[in-house]
């Protein structure tokens, strides 16, 4: 196929597709650092290859405003139910909120949570019929995540189902159009300013009473800055685990020796975990923004110009990692960017983790002989839904789907 990505002046449009599209990403990476327009509505420069990359993400030229960066102190209630905006606070705001969840979700305070993240896991498997097929992203691999943020935040069990549907509606599936209302975005802001409240009052072991609990801090601005968190925390905090999950068993099954190789050897579910987060790379884009008019890769930044890295072309890159292609649990180091670097990394990497061992051993301890099963006939799969159909088959009695 002829290169798309020059000669026709002006910037290509690269869509969510064609950053999950390993071809069109290979394509891309063998032009280097190229001027692209995200979805046709923003342009900026796209970084494909794993050094400039992981520069990029580092340098502190780069650590500007998004163009469009809004404040989350308007005073105005329309803004509260806006979780986008979240993604493009001025810089300042951003480093605040950062600072506020990244000083609580701490490595002890993970695995403290994880008998609780085991617990989740368990009572939504239990109640999975074996030997039927199910969607797995229906009975586990969406509402799992989820059932996790609502244990770290402390999220009553009653109320849980109110903020799941209102994560499904925002998020819609993979990526697709939210279906969350302005209305819809109102009460869950009251709800939440309502549970933070409580906590403020009657505070608990769970990160929404920790993130309360800093002395000498203004109350409402510790209040404020709590409720962007949760909000940021719950919209940002799931999605990736969701996918990594279904694509990643997906994988295994499909490449059924790597799920008997982990079968009988458990110990190796680690470093499963991490060439999962290489392979499959559930999110899409690492962006920065310039502070002043610089050069990438030697290419003209302007001021305020963006720096978006396609992490999947990334953590492909040949000049990093030999064979990339190829889904190698032994491969080491494990040197992804899966989660980032730099001052925008991902908060909750030490718990997406913790929920990706817990999730594949988990179904490998209950479910050794799980297996892929074929939709139903003439059943037809609505284009922008995902789904796994998989039998949860403890006694080995279904054989898996051969592809």
């Not at 494909?48 to 340098?59: G, H, M, Q």
């Not at 994880?114 to 999975?128: I, S, Y």
């Amino acid at each position: 196929m002829e290169c798309p990505y020059a000669g026709s002046g002006r910037p290509p449009v690269i869509g969510a597709e064609m950053l999950r599209d390993h071809a069109a990403l290979t394509r891309l990476r063998e032009s280097g650092t190229v001027e692209v327009s995200l979805g046709g509505r923003e342009d900026g420069l796209m970084v494909t290859r794993y050094e400039v990359a992981a520069a990029v993400l580092v340098e502190p030229a780069l650590r500007g405003e998004h163009p469009l960066a809004v404040s989350m102190r308007t005073g105005a209630d329309e803004e509260a139910c806006d979780e986008e905006q979240l993604f493009f606070l001025p810089t300042e705001e951003h480093l605040r909120l950062r600072r506020t969840v990244s000083r609580h979700l701490t490595h002890r305070r993970v695995a403290a949570l994880v008998p609780r993240v085991q617990r989740e896991a368990d009572l939504l498997l239990a109640a999975v019929p074996p030997g039927e097929a199910v969607d797995l992203v229906r009975v586990f691999s969406r509402p799992f995540p989820v059932a996790v943020l609502c244990e770290l935040l402390g999220i009553p069990r009653e109320d849980r189902g109110y903020v799941r549907d209102y994560l499904y509606g925002w998020i819609a599936e993979y990526g697709g159009a939210s279906t969350v209302t302005e209305s819809a975005g109102h009460a869950l802001s009251r709800y939440l300013k309502g549970l933070i409240g409580e906590r403020a009052e009657k505070p608990g072991d769970d990160l929404i009473s920790a993130m309360l609990r800093q002395g000498g801090a203004d109350a409402e601005l510790l209040r404020e800055d709590a409720l962007a968190a949760v909000r940021f925390v719950l919209v940002a905090g799931h999605r990736p685990v969701t996918r990594l999950i279904t694509d990643g068993l997906e994988l295994l099954l499909r490449r059924r020796e790597h799920w008997e190789r982990l079968g009988a050897d458990p110990g190796r579910l680690d470093a499963t975990v991490e060439e999962l987060l290489r392979h499959v790379t559930p999110t899409t884009l690492a962006s920065r923004y310039a502070g002043a008019a610089t050069e990438v890769d030697g290419a003209p930044l302007a001021a305020g110009g963006g720096v978006h890295c396609a992490l999947a072309a990334v953590n492909r890159d040949p000049d990093r990692f030999e064979d990339p292609d190829r889904f190698d649990p032994d491969r080491a180091p494990h040197a992804h960017l899966a989660f980032g670097l730099g001052h925008k990394h991902c908060l909750g990497s030490a718990l997406a983790r913790a929920e990706l061992r817990i999730a594949f051993g988990t179904l490998l301890a209950r479910f050794p002989r799980l297996a892929l099963a074929e939709p139903p006939p003439g059943t037809g799969e609505e284009p922008e839904r995902r789904r796994l159909r998989v039998v949860l088959a403890p006694d080995g009695d279904h054989e898996p789907v051969q592809r």
